[in-house]
């Protein structure tokens, strides 16, 4: 398998995470989206969609890092990243969209780049900008994670699913950004479980070997 990846990218991350805890090994391509090499033609003849991460896997490429995970999960079952139960998989799955479909596309590279350089707003607007809607994803989420009850050491008890892999890469963004993440006691407990765990410690931004 292929991995096209950058270290920043929280998408990415997410996929990292979850060919860790799956013990699968890969070939990181790495694809720098400051220098715009996403956008390149080398890398759209890949993904025309021109967005990381993509996998390539049996001479297919998936894009989209929560159908990738999900791919992942079916091809390769155990540890399984989705519980069997369809309200507990509901239950995920809503976390994991809170994070990937509510929170991220406001806050992605693109976004700033056209706060910045489309809307012309300085480096204060476009972070009051990012940490308005991590306050207002993050508040829903830590709601969501309380009203249902479910949470323990992970989103969904003592199980480690797809929606810790979704939200630790989130809150990796919002400290980048020195987000105040004080309100969200239940989704900090989560993340600093997650943390001790070694498929989410080794494949954190710093970590990774484009990051130099």
């Given amino acids: 398998m292929k991995l096209y990846t950058y270290f920043r990218s929280s998408a990415s991350y997410r996929v ?3 060919l860790a805890l799956k013990g699968l090994a890969y070939e990181p391509v790495f694809v720098n989206l400051p220098k715009a090499e996403h956008r390149g ?5 890949v993904n025309p969609q021109a967005l990381v991460p993509a996998l390539e896997d049996a001479g297919r490429v998936l894009t989209q890092s929560l159908a990738i995970i999900e791919y992942l999960d079916e091809t390769h079952p155990e ?9 507990d998989r509901a239950y995920v799955r809503a976390a994991a969209q809170i994070v990937a479909c509510e929170i991220h596309p406001l806050n ?12 012309g707003l300085d480096e204060a607007g476009v972070n009051a900008w990012y940490r308005h809607w991590i ?4 508040a829903s989420l830590e709601r ?6 479910r949470a323990g050491r992970y989103t ?3 199980v480690v699913t797809l929606a810790d892999c979704c939200l630790v890469p989130q809150i990796f963004n919002a400290k980048r950004f020195e987000c105040d993440l004080a309100p969200y006691p239940t989704v900090m407990g989560v993340f600093g479980e997650c943390m001790k765990l070694a498929a989410f410690d080794l494949t954190q931004p710093a970590k990774q070997a484009d990051a130099a």
């Fill in 41 to 45: 033609e080398a890398y759209r003849a």
């Fill in 16 to 18: 990292r995470i979850a």
């Fill in 108 to 119: 992605n590279l693109r976004v700033l780049q056209h706060l910045r350089g489309g809307l």
């Fill in 79 to 87: 540890p399984p990243l989705l519980p069997r139960a369809p309200l």
């Fill in 144 to 149: 969501h994670l309380v009203a249902e009850g």
């Fill in 135 to 138: 306050a207002e994803g993050l």
């Fill in 156 to 158: 969904l008890g003592d």
